[in-house]
Every structure is written in structure tokens, then in C-alpha cells.
């Protein structure tokens, strides 16, 4: 059996300017270097697109993956403001984070513009990272698997290319440090993988799933060590290289 993969991506979300972030990944990559990972550990940051560019040009010899936050469904034109993944893959991006409850309550992104935004991503040869995930309420009316069924299955409809990573991120741990139990984590991912695996077949069994909601240095290993967990999305903690570290270190 192959050994389990592992991916830790952290989302900055609307931190750090260019030259941070710069300053930043100067103090990361040696950190990563030298850091003890275990074989078939990948690492991506997330940067904000104004730190892309000068981010990419610090990654370029080394093993951390660069990826985006967000694109534009659309290809090119007058779309002011937006960024397209053909912009994105110039720069050497080859991630992006797609459908995060963020643009989806703040920016209401529908689950038919996520769809679009996944399909324009893997046309460019960017792997989307489809976040995924309930509120609190919807907990509670024990409607979390429904809404994430809802979310998985509209955002993938006739997308037959496995190259895609999910995220699930139950709303109500998104920055709160509430983190969902091991339990709930794992019998959710353990349900995205049935989804999977009903669509993509085999390939399915070897997508990633990361889980994303307050995922900190303190309980990455526990989370990490569930069979259908295999990396985290990483928002506040992502910010600091040593927390960064230590939960990439935490997959074993
Ligand atoms: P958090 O964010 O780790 O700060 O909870 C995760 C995310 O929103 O991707």
C-alpha cells in the first residue's frame, strides 16, 4: 500500500503586503529545508495576487508549491478587478483556493459560479482547492452532510479529472479556534470520500482532503492521523512560519 500523502496549504487570506510577504518566505524556506518533513509531504502558501509575483520568484528553486486565492470564471475581458487563471498560471501558480465560505457568504458566490471557476481552473492547469462546508445552524438542523453533498456534487458536476483537492471547512471553526472533534472531522471526509470515489473512481481514493477550521500546532497530529484526512488548509496559524512548520510537521 502506498504510504498516505500528505498536503498543508496555508490560506494568508487579506494579509501581508508584498513586502512581507516576502520577508515572510525568506524566513520559511529555510525553516522547510531543514525541517524533518516526512517523504510525501507537499507544502503551498497562498499569498494575497499583489505578493504572487514576488513570491513566486522566492519559490522558484524550492519544494513549496505557490497558490491563489480566488479567479475569475471568465477567461479574459472586461471583468475590472478580477484575475484570470491564464494571469495566475503565468506566474507559476499552481493551486487555487475556489468557493472558501468567505467568498461564498461575503462575496455570495453561488455553487453555479464555483462550478464555472473549477472548470476555468483545470482547463488552465491549476488544481482547484474546493473548500466545502457547513454553518453552524445547518449542524445543528443536522443538515451537514446534505449541504456538503450539495456543495461537492454542484461544484463537480461533469468534471471527470481527478486533479482536484477538497477542502472541508465546517464554517463555524473558520477563525474562531473552534475546531471541529476528530470524530466529526473524520466522519465528514470519511463521506466526501464515498462522493469521490462515486465520481472519479479510483482516482478518488487518492484525493486529498484537507481539513481547514482552526487547525493549529496543538491539534494538527490528531487530525492528521485520521485515515481520510490528509493535509490541512491553514488560515491564522499559516501566518506564522514556526506554526506553520510545526503543523507540517505533524504529518506523519
Ligand atoms: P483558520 O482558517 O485556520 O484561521 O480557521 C482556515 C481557512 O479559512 O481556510
Redesign the pocket.
Known sequence: MMDKQYLI?G?W?MNKTPSQSSAFVQTLIPEVETGNFVEGLSLAICPPFTALDCVAELLKDSKIALGAQNLCAAVEGAFTGEISAAMLRDLRVSYV?IG???RRTIFQESDALIHQKVKIAQAHGLTPIL?VGETLEEREAGRAQAVVQRQITLALESITDPRCVI?Y?PVW?????K?ATVDIAQAMHAFIRGLLTEQFGKDGSDMHILY?????VNNAAELLAQPDITG???????LIAEDFIGIAQCAR
Open positions: 496549504v490560506n487570506k483556493i472558501h465560505s468567505e473548500c477542502a471547512e471553526a473558520i477563525g474562531t479556534g475546531t481547514g477550521g482552526s487547525m493549529k490541512g488548509l491553514i488560515g491564522g496559524a499559516s
